[in-house]
């Protein structure tokens, strides 16, 4: 995402945003009939204190030179959330005129430490470690188990944003489907505008856009997420339901890689389930006498 290709992220960013938000919303009374709902150019440069034509330079994609002051009253004229508004921040860093070389480049396969391996072992629930690609870089011998469908899916190649928009089997493993595919897209969204020089960032989503009209639908929204804790419902094909909350851990000496615990949902049968998986996958990876 560098050149037009940023200037058009940019520019589509503010317009979503700004279309959203209704005069209401904002605090704005009449202003007469409208064509559309979302607030018109004018009243966002007035509610960010800026002119009209500074806005309008920013909408068309230009973010070079602006101060993080002004993005910060830009984004509560725009009621951004925290994960929009540090979206904002990363399109302008990429923007300004040094943002090229400020590249981060992550090793393609990451190696995964043995103590890390050895902490996932340790960790009495489903647990794996992923980067920003949405790809499993490595789990616990239950992680693989509750995870198994995507794991041994030699398509989706360990990709979990793959399996959920490739393989129809996925709206039947993720009982929340849609929120866990908008999850996906909004916080590959965000990363694209973190790191828009990671090649195996942008060729992914070129592939997904390519191959999936809801990917490519729901991409042009525009909407950003952190993916940080919340709870995952999955309807495992050996042991029926499953319900976890999971919790995000960034690993701060390997950048850009997240440990995932997932602990079984209280007043759930999910713990008896686990330990039924658990003992269904010891047997399959024993070997026939």
Sequence with gaps: MAGMTLRSEVSEFLATRRARL??????????????????????????????????????RGNLSGVSPEVLEALGRALHLDDAELAHLHDLARNAAPSGAAR????????????????LLDSINAPAYISN???????????????????????????????????NPAAQNFYSDWEAGANSIIASLRIEAGRNPHDKELTDLIGELVTRSDV???RWAAHDVRFHRTGSKRIHHPDVGDLEFDYEALELPADAGLVMFTMTPTADTPTEERLRLLGSLSAMQSTPAE
Excluded: C, W
């Design 22 to 59: 209704t005069p209401e919303q904002a605090g704005i009374i009449g202003g007469g009939r409208r064509r559309v709902t979302g607030l018109r150019r004018e009243e966002v440069a007035m509610l960010a204190g800026m002119s009209v034509d500074y806005y309008a330079r920013m909408e």
């Design 215 to 217: 990917f490519r639908t």
């Design 103 to 118: 590249k981060r480049p992550r090793p393609a396969t990451p190696v995964i430490r043995p103590s890390l391996q050895r």
């Design 132 to 166: 920003a690609r949405k790809d499993f870089l490595a789990e616990n011998a239950i992680g693989h188990a509750v995870f198994s469908p995507i794991l041994d899916d030699a398509s989706s190649q360990r990709n979990n944003a793959r399996f959920t928009f490739f």
